[in-house]
């Protein structure tokens, strides 16, 4: 068992890293584009050391290492000294550049990730023999004893040589009994052992296809240099439209997101892979980073994709929006990212006292 300071170290470093180079890609472009930068914090809470640059810019690591901020000069609207180099002297459209490089960065940094862990570990790739990977509790094939490496020969008779083959007889025949021919491996190497198991998929409602809860075999297989950047942005898109389409499919039927995972849920999660070892630890961090740069794209005020909203309206209407205006729309988006980290957070803690996490 991992110990619990270990688990603490490990969440705080996978969170503490893509918050930092989240707010390393606001710094970054915020330089370019000629923004004066006050103040760049690793962590949070009382300084424990620091240094100023030449460029007259605060480089400071704090007591909590988690997390990190960026001080722009002029940013919040009542500390404007109306200079050129400050934040909200610039455009409309270069205040959107610096807010959108955040998220962006994010985007970099589980590019990178992903592509390194399928160049050096490879990537997970069904296998299309005809051979039993995970068994779903509830499903007929729990139910009929099927296990992990069985093998299936023959479906009513019928000859299997493929997954395909096997998948296709079952979508094609749901609620009909099935008589499987399945070979077993022996244990500590003695001979496999013949079985003839029967059952009958379980129809899905929406699609109306047969179902026995199995899935293949998974193959760990190298792609190569360029077939990391691939697998990488598949993993990219994956986990960018996935979480979307189950938001919307949420709201779609007024539904809670109970899958939806705050701080105890990430850490619950850093320790799983943990165990698993350094690539999954490395792959967990590419999705924590894809999530945050996702999350922060959302058109909520506070975040950057709600500052991007409302810098691009002032765009439109060819003027600033009020202070007032401002205020009340940071006002809502800070009450609604509350309401959803204390909605995570309740989640976390029902799947917890659940034994979800164990």
Known sequence: ????ILQIVMTVFCLGLVVVIHEYGHLIV????????????????PELFG????????????????????????E???????????????????RNLIALAGPAMNYVLAFVLFAFVAGVWGVLQPSDQPVVGDVVPGYPAAQAKLVENDRVQRI??????????????????????????????GVSGAASVPLILTLTPRRDPGQGI????????????????????????????VWTLQPLRYLSSKVK?????????????????????????????????AIISTGLGLFNLFPIPVLDGGHILLYTIEGIIRR????????????????????????????????????FWK
């Open 253 to 285: 039927h007024f539904e809670g997101p109970k899958e939806l995972s705050g701080p105890l849920g990430i850490a619950q999660m850093v320790n799983k892979a943990t165990k698993e070892g350094v690539s999954y630890v490395i792959y967990l961090i």
């Open 320 to 355: 600033p929006l009020s202070r007032k205006a401002m205020q009340v729309a940071n006002a809502i988006g800070l009450s609604l990212v509350l309401t959803i980290f204390l909605y995570a957070s309740y989640q976390d803690v029902m799947r917890w006292r659940l034994g």
């Open 210 to 237: 047969g179902l026995i809860g199995i899935m293949p075999k998974v193959d760990k297989v190298k792609p190569g240099f360029r077939g990391s950047f691939t697998a990488a942005y598949r993993d990219l898109e």
């Open 51 to 74: 240094w100023t640059s030449a460029g007259k810019i605060r480089y400071s690591v704090c007591v909590v290492p988690l997390g990190g901020m960026v001080k722009l000069a002029g």
């Open 30 to 45: 915020a330089i370019k584009l000629g923004v004066r930068v006050e103040r760049f914090t690793v962590g949070f809470g």
């Open 156 to 185: 009513n008779g019928r000859p299997i040589a493929t997954w395909s083959e096997l998948a296709n007889f079952i979508h094609g025949h749901p609620d009909q009994k099935l008589t499987l021919d399945v070979l077993r491996p």
């Open 1 to 4: 068992m991992i110990p619990w």
């Open 76 to 94: 919040f609207l009542d500390e404007r000294d109306n200079k050129p180099d400050e934040f909200f002297a610039q455009p409309w459209y270069r």
